[in-house]
């Protein structure tokens, strides 16, 4: 059977994907990463069937986003609300929400608990595509590194910036679904030294970018996407070992 992750296409982004991004931004920032940083002390999310969540933890718990509702499943048992407000969602998960989750500082406000999370689900539905689209990808190119004897991180997604990313030797590779930098979604290469890049590749402040209008234009958008990543391993990590 082909691999279904090269037949699924990434689509144009729906009406309302801004707005649903940043909501989901804030659940995971001021629920999901609490609750698992309440019983494990780390704050690392996945992507998970239809959306995202926390890997398992605890006594078999974990809580994940499916589209529009939240999930939290106990063991074998799972139970589901839809996504309403932050308060809403704290009660369902078990935690106290908190002005300072503990999950970074670059972070949004809190804001009104109470307020509505506006969560288009064509948009819920995108975002949940794009996060499987990209651990995929940084899965692969991990894997590749790793036999080549790198030994790159974990790929997590991380609440406070809301991309999925790993890296090695000071290398940072990820997926973002947009933020100040870029409203729509774009693939990156971040070395923490960004002095001296030079060259058409290095295409950001922050190291080099793969748009999501890239994407969509590839005929293969995976292999797109792998190709940007593994040029841009090359030329950072020679860089990296290059540098006294």
């Known amino acids: 059977m082909a691999d279904l992750n090269h037949q699924l296409r990434l689509q144009p982004l729906p009406e309302g994907f801004t707005e649903t991004r940043d909501a989901l931004r ?16 780390r704050i ?4 998970t069937a239809g959306g995202f969540g926390t890997p398992f933890f605890g006594a078999g718990e974990q809580l994940r986003v499916e ?6 499943q106990r063991g074998q048992a799972a139970e589901s609300a839809g996504i309403t407000s932050l308060a809403a969602a704290a009660a369902f998960a078990g935690i106290t929400l908190s002005e300072d989750p503990g999950v970074g500082s670059d972070i949004p406000e809190l804001g ?4 509505p999370l506006p969560v288009a689900p064509a948009a819920a539905a995108t975002l ?5 689209f990209s ?18 991180s974990e790929v997590q997604l991380w609440p406070e910036h809301f991309d999925l990313g790993c890296g090695v030797d000071g290398v940072n590779f990820g997926c973002s679904p947009g933020d100040a930098y870029s409203a729509e979604p774009y693939v990156y290469v971040g070395p923490w030294n960004t002095d001296g890049l030079d060259g058409a590749f290095w295409n950001a402040p ?11 234009a590839a005929p293969d958008q995976r292999e797109a996407a792998l ?3 593994r040029g841009g391993a090359e030329l950072a990590l020679q860089r990296a070992v290059s540098q006294p």
């Open 26 to 41: 804030r659940l995971a920032v001021y629920v999901l990463s609490p609750a698992r940083k309440a019983v494990e002390g």
């Open 44 to 47: 690392g999310l996945r992507s």
């Open 67 to 72: 589209g529009t509702s939240l999930v939290r």
């Open 112 to 115: 009104k608990p109470d307020d």
């Open 128 to 132: 949940g595509a794009w996060y499987a």
């Open 135 to 152: 651990t995929a990808v940084l899965e692969e190119l991990r894997a590749e590194l790793n036999a080549a004897g790198r030994n790159c």
């Open 206 to 216: 922050f190291g080099a970018v793969l748009s999501y209008d890239g994407l969509l």
């Open 227 to 229: 190709s940007f990543l």
